[in-house]
């Protein structure tokens, strides 16, 4: 059984593609997500095209809106919905990504040797395949049909004349022409050694006329339109047509049959796009790369979906893990501006889109604890960029994730983010469920666990950890007592350093290194530049502590609705490298305590008192004094009364000056939703207890 969430989009061309069938100005989709028992989440798409023989979408979301969120069997879609059948399979039991095709949805390769990239109809085409040739595209496609004949074969004649000659052309009828028309084309054609094949000629309903068109002429013929979807397909190829097949596998129903029908029979086949979104882009390719081709794919589509403006924002606020996810894909696909908030937020608000913003946003809530959070204006660019460093840091193709954090903030976002442009596996699980001992019944050892230091702590027993793949342990400073308990049992801990304003971690320990004793952060990922400098801005040496400047291509535009001019970002945390080049923090510059004229560091006073006190949870803070300026304040849980003076365990540990003046025992500690504390609220305690 599978929970089923669905939300559609429309995104606009940025100029309306002339083709056939008409000019296309909006291409309309349905983003798709389909959860298991075991929590493991599939995001696909349902891209209709009707005027190809699919279904539409209204008949889409009725089939949709009629399953009331559950499906039994994915493989229960009827063949007269292809779209949707695509979409079930991809999200559920995708094909095994191929060597070739690990890298798909990260970054675009050679476009020469991966996408023919699709030219404007008309006389645009004569200039716009120069720029598209700088940036390494070889194979072309040029829509024909749409005006008269003897003026595109004008363009035609010209076009061939200005290709070089490793440059290869791909016409495109849409099933405009007539039979005497389609014999001049191919005429033509055959006088030119750089067309590669002319793409559906004729009607769907004139198959004898294109078969016997495919033996008259030198140039080779592809049928589009006539085998959309598999059924077509199986009919074509039984009825004897094996020039090209050009298959669009967002429209041609189940990929396992597809791929089945293709390992049967050999078949001269070309994968194109249906100007799907990024979600049924990726879906397709993976499927073309599964399969196999020897030309070039006709994905060369995302520009003409490019610079666009967004005009309108909208505020996501799920609680359903599976709505939030089909929500923001289809947010991203509409081209809105993106708002990220809490799934307990109280209402909503609207944010308009800033005039400074020219391109789509993603706006993070930080983790702060202010009454109003701010927002973190990222891009998916920005985003990708900290998944490929993470990808290349943890040396992984694909990372599979097990998310107990929500999506909603930095941490849980980025899990996400990091299988679905990897194509790894995601599995939302319920914290609860984790911490009572009920992990997912799947191969741990594959799995990345995100965590803050209060989670694992309570997790700290269970022997389910030592078989996950890492467990990314972040958001707050953990304690050298966790930490050596979690080397005694071998955990495979790695300790990272991130933020929201840098879509999370840009320095990241490996669990061997942590197994080999290091309590640091690791080194810098590779798309990041830190640097330790003093307060003059002067360079700190290896074991100076200083402030943090990062240059890092995952930064934030600033905070919504500025962008930031300097492109270092300078944070509250203060730390030093060693001299093996490994990054420590030492804590936040404005969590410094001074007391008497002294530089007291929290972080010591923490590590120092979990050391020789059995407490549960702490906090050091500072308070003001007008006698030392700052008095220090320890804050802790413990589950025995520890009445006694707690200083004196600390005699021979700390110097006198860093001793606190008061320990205030508390139930809970209050922390956030990622596990940080509350200092504001820590504070408040403070102030009551003292007064």
């Known amino acids: 059984m599978f929970k089923v969430s669905f939300q559609s989009y429309a995104r606009s061309f940025t100029v309306p593609l002339k083709t056939y069938h008409g000019a296309w100005s909006v291409r309309e989709g349905i983003v798709v997500a389909l959860m298991d028992e075991q929590g493991q989440v599939g995001l696909s798409e349902i891209a209709p095209l009707p005027w190809f023989g699919s279904e539409t979408m209204e008949e889409a979301i009725d089939f949709l809106t009629g399953l009331d969120g559950v499906i039994e069997d994915w493989r229960s879609v009827p063949d007269s919905l292809p779209c949707c059948q695509f979409a079930f399979e991809m999200a559920i039991a995708p094909p095994a990504p191929s060597v070739e095709g690990e890298r798909e949805g990260l970054e675009r390769r050679d476009a020469g040797r991966l996408f023919a990239e699709l030219l404007p109809a008309g006389i645009d085409a004569l200039t716009q395949w120069e720029d598209l040739y700088a940036m390494g595209a070889r194979s072309f496609k040029w829509k024909i049909g749409t005006a008269n004949i003897a003026y595109e074969l004008g363009i035609f004649k010209q076009l061939c004349d200005r290709l070089p000659h490793d440059a290869f052309l791909r016409l495109d009828a849409n099933g405009g022409l007539s039979l005497t028309e389609a014999r001049q084309w191919l005429e033509e054609c055959d006088r030119h050694s ?279 342990l972040g958001g707050a400073p953990p304690w050298n007592s966790l930490l050596q308990k979690a080397r005694t049992q071998n955990l495979p801990i790695a300790l990272t350093y991130g933020m929201t304003e840098t879509a999370s971690q840009i320095a990241t320990l490996t669990p061997e290194e942590f197994r080999s004793g290091s309590n640091s952060v690791g080194k810098p990922l590779p798309h990041v530049t830190i640097e330790i400098r003093d307060d003059l801005g002067t360079l700190c040496e290896p074991g100076e502590i200083g402030n943090l400047w990062i240059t890092a291509q995952s930064r934030m535009l600033g905070y919504f609705p500025h962008i930031d001019t300097d492109s270092t970002f300078r944070p509250d945390d203060l730390g030093y490298f060693d001299p093996s080049g490994h990054l420590h923090i030492v804590g936040r510059n404005s969590d410094k305590i001074i007391t008497g004229g002294e530089n007291v560091y929290p972080s010591e006073i923490e590590a120092v008192i979990r050391r020789v006190v059995p407490v549960q949870d702490l906090c050091v803070i500072g308070v003001d004094d007008e006698i030392w300026g700052q008095k220090i304040v320890a804050v802790y849980v413990c589950d025995s009364l520890l009445d006694i003076k707690l200083d004196l365990n600390l005699d021979r540990s700390l110097p006198k000056f860093k001793y606190p003046k008061h320990w205030i025992r508390v139930e809970a500690i209050p922390r956030n939703n990622q596990g940080k504390i509350d200092r504001r609220s820590v504070l408040q305690l403070i102030q009551v207890h003292l007064s």
């Open 194 to 472: 750089c067309i590669e094949f002319l793409e559906q000629p004729l009607g769907v309903e004139f198959f004898d006329d294109l078969l016997t068109l495919s033996h008259e002429f030198t140039t080779l013929l592809a049928l589009d339109e006539s085998i959309a979807t598999y059924v077509q397909l199986e009919e074509c190829y039984a009825r004897g047509w094996r020039d090209v097949f050009v298959i669009k596998p967002s429209i041609a129903g189940y990929p396992s049959r597809l791929e089945k029908f293709c390992s049967q029979h050999f078949i001269d086949r070309v994968f194109s796009s249906v100007f799907e979104s990024s979600v049924g882009f990726q879906n397709a390719l993976q499927v073309a790369h599964s399969i196999g081709s020897d030309r070039a794919l006709g994905f060369g589509t995302a520009r003409y979906f490019a610079g666009i403006k967004p005009v309108s924002s909208i505020e996501i606020c799920e609680k359903d893990p599976n709505q939030f996810l089909v929500k923001f894909w289809s947010a991203i696909a509409s081209n809105h501006h993106i708002f990220l908030s809490p799934s307990h937020a109280p209402e909503t608000h609207p944010f308009p889109p800033s005039p400074k913003i020219p391109i789509q946003t993603i706006n993070i809530p930080t983790s702060g604890t202010t009454e109003h959070p701010k927002f973190a204006t990222h891009t998916l660019t920005t985003l990708t960029h900290s998944v490929q460093a993470t990808q290349h840091h943890l040396q992984t193709q694909r990372i599979n994730s097990l998310c107990v954090l929500p999506l909603h903030h930095v941490s849980g976002l980025m899990q996400h983010l990091r299988s679905h442009l990897t194509g790894g596996q995601l599995i939302l699980w319920d914290w609860k469920d984790l911490e009572n001992g009920h992990f997912p019944d799947v191969p741990l050892e594959t799995f990345y666990l995100s965590l803050v230091p209060t989670q694992l702590q309570r997790l700290i027993h269970r022997p389910e950890l030592q078989r996950l793949k890492a467990i990314l």
